[in-house]
Structures are given as structure tokens and as C-alpha cells.
């Protein structure tokens, strides 16, 4: 047992000595590979790095000086070249950018010299093309140039020149042959970018001349062209309604219209886009509320540029639903964009207004210098009249005009010293003269008896001939001012009596002997206006009362069993107005009593009916329809004679309750009584002022806004103010009175709820 646990450890320490030894031999090989490198000293590494510094490759240098240095921190030598390495390379860095920066700019100073050979050679050619009449290619290499050179002169001011050609030959007609009609005209659609317009223009030329080259060339140009654009609109459709169909859920349903429209535009043949928008629109129209039809009918007014229209629709809107945002949004880009236009407007006027202004001064000047030299030409030849006329034309236009009035003044001297100092060569000349001073003061027949003895001395005397005409118009004229003045004091006077009629023909008598009597002319005016509003009124008035009368009489007839006395009323009043509701009703009731009395058992329950009860069923029927009517004084007349038959008719107790109430609201019980006066006052002060259709138009969109304002704000008194003052301007405006109705049931429902 024991030889044999030797025999076991001296097998393990040979195994473990062969272990070693192959390790041993691992190691040694190991350490033989790598000595080298370890080996090395700073010295060495310094050598290493030498060589590289002098073969320039500053790098590898640098590395080996710094494990130089890491071997041997007191290496100066490895220290000193390791700078030197550093500031090489720094050297080489500066030099490879300065070298950089040369190669740029001699590229940069290339292109420029290609640019500018490119701009001149175009410039060149486009001249030469030009001055060959070649517009065409001239504007290509124009065009060529400002591509390169954007603010190059004088191809922008070729480009002005070929359009102004292009211009004369089609407007002025300086064109020789009909060939440069249609080529000029096509260069205008092309050079605006209407190629199919030009294509057809150039066709029509190359038919008349077929070795016309150049056009021959812009034709398969234009139509290149024309097939990239129908091309691009092609494939941006195909892109917009593809976004639409991707993005439908997230759009309102007026943005998806607008771009389907927009696709449309782009390609009309587009058929899925056009049923889509159909049926956009049908189910747009399904959903639509009447705000929402207020508020399209704005966006159609916003976006054709009526703001005015759109405000009001917008307000509509929002009148039926406050809640309607969109309304709120546009109504407020309306407004801006109506201030905004208003500003605009008023500038322009403004301008107008200024060079209108600046021409009548140019106009007035020449017309004082015109007459001033007339009048001094006619002075310094002794013709006195014609000269004070001349001058007095010039003080119409410049009252201050010194060296007129100087003239006028030496006229008069020149004048009074020929009568009364007696310098004067001969007596005809003396006839004139005092003829001249009378003529002057206004005392036309003495100036006339003086200027007839001067010209039965010398008849041929024109000036003095022209003047006595003159003399004898203004007398004439006088006399017809002084008897129209007359009869307008008459007429007045008339008028003030309220005979109309006569008023009217005595004014008519003014206005022929004074066509400029202005206040004739107004009061004429006001006068008929009346006149015809009294006809009118009357007119209505008689209507009214036939209508009134046949229709009660109908009413009577019906209440005493009379029914075809009764259609026969009833019929006369359709004709006059055929919307009388209760002439239809009546009407259709009393065919029915009619065909009932045929039957024994309608007899039997006419017979049971008395008369009175008949009546009854009418007056209170009648009140219903004048209550609906909102004439709320009239229904209370009816049920009031219902009560005197039934004192207990309870219905009509009850309805005549309710329209007093209705009264009390549209009236004394939100405050109408106290301004009503106030509202006559202000039409009447509108009247006054003499206020224009499109001013007042104005001034009713602002009431009723201004009511819908009030109402929004919860102050109902002031809104009923607003569209009371509507109505009062325009009684047929719908939009007003459909919102006092409104208003009214508001007010009683406030009424019911206190």
C-alpha cells in the first residue's frame, strides 16, 4: 500500500514538473517578442522622432517625442523639438488654408469672368436680335442676362422697349403686314405666359409665312411649355385632393370645398373630385342651420370684397346663434377689412379731390390771364366796354386781383373825364362814353337811349351794336327775376295755406322766368313730393276703406246666413288685395255653409245655430287675425264686441288681456313712449340736412347693427330703439322688423318669467 502511494506522488511531480517547464518555455518566448519595444530609451525615442521631424512628418515626430519625454522628463532636446513639431504643423495647417482660400478665389474670379462673358454675350445677341427685329429671341437673351445679373440696366430697359413695340404694333395699328399682327400678339401672351393663346397666334403667322424660323422655334418652345404647366397643375391636383381625402376629418367642411374647388380649377376633368364636392356640398346643405346659412352667405360677401354685406350677415348670424364662433372671427376680419377699405376710399377721394383742385387752379389762372390781357389789349385801343368786361371776368374768378381793379379804375376816370372835363373828339364818342357809365351802374335804358344816338351817327360802330344787345338781355332778365320774386311770394304764401295744387303751378311760373331761382326749385320739389305722398296716401286710404267696408259687410252677410252676398264681398276684396287672409278664410268657410246647406242634416245644424252666436264665432275669429297681424288695438275692438254678445266668452277675456299686455311692451312698458318724439326729431333733422339714398342706406345698416349689438349685450330697450329708428327710415325693412318681433316675444317672456 505504501509503494504504491509513491508511486502515485512521484507520477504527479513529474507531470507538475513538465507543467512548469511548458510554461516556462510560453513565457520566455513571450518576453523575447516584446523586449524590444520595452527596451528602448528616451534617447532612442528621440532619434526616432529626429528622423521623422527631418522627413517632415511632424506627427509621427511629435508621438515619439512624447514618449521621450515620458521616459526621461528632463529630455530638453526631445522638449525644444517637440515645439518645433507642434508649431510646424500649425505652419503646414495655415499654409494648406491660405492655399485653400487661393484655390476658392481663383474659382470664385473664374466663374465671375464666365458669369460676366455669359451676361455680355446675351446682352449682344439679344441686341442684335432686337435691333433684327427677332423680339423674340431678344427677349430670351435678355431674360438670359437679368437670370444672371438681376439688376442689369439696360436688359431691363430692352425688356421695357420689346414690350412697348410689341404694344404699338397691336393698339396703335404700326404694323405692316398682318403676319406682324399676329406676331406681335402672340409675343404679348407669351411673354405673360398664356402659351396656348400665343401658339394660336404663331399658327396663324406661320400659315401665312411658313419659313418664319423663329416662330417656328417659339411654338415648340410655348408648347413644351404649356404641356410642363398642364403637366404640374396635373400632378398638384392629383396632390391637393389626395391631402383632402387623407385629411378630411380634420377640416372644416369649407376648407375641404374650397380645395376641392381648387382642384377642380387646376384639372377640370377631374370627375372623382367634382362628385365629391357634390356631395360635400349636399350634406353641408343637409346640416345647415339658418345661422349657418347667414354665415355662408357672409363668407360668399367676405370673400368677393362686399365687407359692408358681410358684416351684416355675420351679425345674423350671431343674432340666431351667439354661439357661433366662425361668425364671431369673420365678423371681426370684416369690420377691419371695411375700415380698412373706407381708409383706402378716403385716401383716393382725398387725391381726387386734390387734383381736381390743382386743375381748376391751373384753369383759373389761364382764365385770369386770358381775360387780363383781353381786357388790357381792348383799354389800350379805346374799346372801354369790351375791356370792363374782360376785367370784370377776372374778378368773378379773383376778386383781389390788383391789376384789374386798377383797369376798372382807370376805365371809370377815362370815362368821366370824356363827359365831364369834355375830352372827347367827337360827340359820338361822348354817346358812348355816358352810354358806358350808365351801362356800368346797372342803368341799362339810359345806357341803350345814349348808345342808339351814337350809332345812328355811325351804324358800322360793332362794339357799341353788341352791347346795346347785351344792355337790352340783362334789362329783360332783370325784369323776369323782379316778377318771379313776385310769384314766388305768392306761391309761398299758397303753400302756406296748404293749396298744393295752385302752389305747384305758381312755383312752375317762377322757375320760366328764373331757371336758377334755387329756393322756387326746392320748394317746387317738396311740393310735389307731398303732393304725391298726399295722392298716394289717399289713394291707399280709399283702398283701405273699400276693403274694409266690403269685408265687414261680407262679415254681416255671413253672420245673417247670406253666404253668396257674402263670397260676392269677399271676391271684391281679393281683387283689391289678395293676400287679406280674412277674406280667404271667410271666403272658404261660406262655400262650406253653402254646400252644407244641401243636405237636410246641414240644414238641421244651420237652423240650430242662431245668428248671433254666428257673430260671435266672426268678431272673435277677426280679433285672432288682427292680433296675429301684431294690430293689437284692432283685435281688443273685436273681442271687446264679442263681450257685449257673451260677457262670458272667457277666450276673448283672455286674448284681450294679452294684447294689452303686447302694447304695454311695444310701447309705454319698455320705454318706446319716451323716445318716440326723440326718433321723429331725428328723421326730421335727417330731412333737414338733406341727407343722400346711399348716406341714409348707411345710416340703416348702422341702426340695425347697432340693435343687434344691444340685444347681444342683454339692453333690449335700446335695441327696440335702433330698429324702431330703422323701420322709421325704411318701413319695408324685413330684417328689422322681424327682430322687433322677436324682441317683443323676448320682452314677454322676461315679463312671465319676473
Not at 463 to 469: A, D, N
Request: neutral net charge; contains cysteine; aromatic residues 10%.
Amino acid at each position: 500500500m505504501f509503494r504504491r502511494n509513491i508511486f502515485h506522488i512521484k507520477r504527479l511531480t513529474i507531470k507538475i514538473v513538465f507543467a512548469a517547464f511548458c510554461l516556462l518555455s510560453v513565457l520566455i518566448y513571450i518576453h523575447s517578442e516584446a523586449l524590444p519595444a520595452e527596451m528602448m530609451s528616451s534617447k532612442e525615442f528621440f532619434k526616432r522622432g529626429l528622423a521623422n521631424y527631418e522627413a517632415r512628418d511632424y506627427k509621427s515626430a511629435i508621438e515619439n517625442f512624447q514618449e521621450a519625454i515620458f521616459l526621461d522628463p528632463a529630455n530638453q532636446q526631445a522638449k525644444d523639438y517637440l515645439e518645433k513639431a507642434r508649431k510646424k504643423i500649425l505652419e503646414e495647417g495655415k499654409s494648406k488654408k491660405e492655399s485653400e482660400r487661393k484655390e476658392i478665389l481663383k474659382k470664385a474670379d473664374t466663374i465671375t469672368a464666365e458669369r460676366k462673358k455669359k451676361v455680355q454675350e446675351n446682352y449682344e445677341r439679344g441686341l442684335e436680335r432686337y435691333k433684327g427685329g427677332e423680339f423674340l429671341r431678344a427677349n430670351e437673351a435678355f431674360n438670359a442676362v437679368l437670370e444672371i445679373e438681376p439688376e442689369h440696366k439696360e436688359a431691363k430697359k430692352h425688356l421695357e422697349l420689346i414690350g412697348k413695340k410689341l404694344e404699338e404694333i397691336v393698339n396703335t395699328g404700326k404694323f405692316k403686314t398682318i403676319n406682324q399682327l399676329y406676331y406681335a400678339q402672340g409675343a404679348i401672351f407669351y411673354i405673360s405666359g398664356d402659351w396656348g393663346k400665343a401658339i394660336s397666334q404663331w399658327e396663324n403667322a406661320v400659315k401665312i409665312d411658313k419659313s418664319n424660323e423663329e416662330l417656328s422655334e417659339f411654338i415648340k418652345i410655348a408648347k413644351k411649355r404649356k404641356q410642363g404647366e398642364e403637366a404640374l397643375a396635373l400632378e398638384k391636383a392629383e396632390a391637393l385632393y389626395r391631402d383632402v381625402l387623407a385629411h378630411y376629418d380634420e377640416k372644416e367642411v369649407n376648407e375641404v370645398i374650397k380645395q376641392l374647388e381648387e382642384v377642380i380649377k387646376l384639372n377640370p376633368e377631374h370627375k372623382e373630385a367634382r362628385e365629391y364636392l357634390n356631395r360635400v356640398r349636399e350634406k353641408l346643405a343637409a346640416e345647415t342651420t339658418p345661422s349657418e346659412e347667414c354665415f355662408q352667405q357672409g363668407l360668399a360677401d367676405y370673400q368677393t370684397g362686399d365687407y359692408k354685406s358681410a358684416m351684416e350677415n355675420f351679425s345674423e348670424a350671431l343674432f340666431l346663434d351667439p354661439d357661433n364662433k366662425q361668425a364671431k372671427d369673420y365678423l371681426e376680419r370684416a369690420g377691419k377689412k371695411f375700415l380698412e377699405e373706407v381708409g383706402a376710399k378716403r385716401e383716393f377721394e382725398r387725391r381726387e379731390i386734390l387734383r381736381k383742385a390743382q386743375t381748376m387752379i391751373a384753369e383759373r389762372e389761364k382764365k385770369i390771364k386770358e381775360n387780363c390781357e383781353r381786357g388790357i389789349k381792348h383799354y389800350r385801343s379805346g374799346e372801354f366796354l369790351t375791356a370792363n368786361e374782360a376785367f370784370n371776368a377776372v374778378l368773378e374768378v379773383e376778386p383781389e386781383h390788383k391789376e384789374a381793379k386798377k383797369y376798372l379804375e382807370l376805365i371809370k376816370k377815362r370815362l368821366q373825364d370824356i363827359v365831364n372835363k369834355g375830352e372827347f373828339k367827337s360827340v359820338n364818342e361822348l354817346y358812348y362814353a355816358q352810354g358806358a357809365i350808365f351801362y356800368i351802374s346797372g342803368d341799362w335804358d339810359k345806357a341803350i337811349a345814349q348808345w342808339e344816338n351814337a350809332i345812328k351817327i355811325d351804324p358800322s360802330n360793332k362794339e357799341l351794336s353788341g352791347f346795346m344787345e347785351i344792355a337790352r338781355k340783362r334789362r329783360q332778365e332783370e325784369e323776369a327775376v323782379e316778377k318771379a320774386e313776385v310769384l314766388y311770394r305768392d306761391g309761398l304764401a299758397q303753400y302756406n295755406k296748404g293749396e298744393i295744387n295752385e302752389t305747384i303751378k305758381q312755383l312752375e311760373e317762377v322757375i320760366k322766368f328764373n331757371p336758377q331761382h334755387r329756393k322756387a326749385q326746392e320748394l317746387l320739389a317738396k311740393v310735389r313730393e307731398k303732393a304725391t305722398d298726399v295722392k298716394k296716401e289717399e289713394r291707399e286710404r280709399m283702398l283701405r276703406e273699400t276693403v274694409d267696408k266690403r269685408y265687414f259687410q261680407g262679415i254681416d252677410y255671413y253672420a245673417e246666413g247670406q253666404f253668396n252676398k257674402a263670397i260676392k264681398e269677399w271676391q271684391e276684396v281679393l281683387k283689391i288685395d289678395p293676400t287679406h287672409s280674412g277674406a280667404k278664410e271667410y271666403l272658404k268657410k261660406a262655400r262650406d255653409k253653402i254646400a252644407r246647406a244641401n243636405s237636410r242634416e246641414k240644414i238641421r245644424e244651420d237652423k240650430a245655430r242662431n245668428a248671433k252666436e254666428e257673430k260671435i264665432e266672426v268678431y272673435y275669429r277677426q280679433g285672432i287675425n288682427y292680433y296675429l297681424a301684431g294690430e293689437f288695438k284692432a283685435a281688443i275692438g273685436q273681442w271687446e264686441e264679442v263681450l257685449k254678445m257673451d260677457p262670458s266668452h272667457n277666450d276673448a277675456t283672455g286674448y284681450i288681456a294679452k294684447a294689452k299686455e303686447r302694447l304695454k311692451i311695444s310701447g309705454e312698458g319698455m320705454g318706446y313712449s319716451d323716445y318716440k318724439e326723440e326718433i321723429e326729431e331725428y328723421v326730421k333733422e335727417l330731412e333737414k340736412t338733406g341727407t343722400t339714398d346711399e348716406e341714409k342706406d348707411e345710416l340703416i345698416a348702422i341702426h340695425y347693427q347697432d340693435g343687434l349689438v344691444a340685444y347681444a349685450q342683454g339692453d333690449l330697450s335700446q335695441a327696440m330703439k335702433e330698429w324702431q329708428i330703422v323701420l322709421k327710415l325704411d318701413p319695408e325693412h324685413k330684417k328689422a322688423r322681424r327682430a322687433i318681433i322677436k324682441l317683443q316675444a323676448e320682452m314677454e317672456r322676461r315679463k312671465g318669467q319676473k
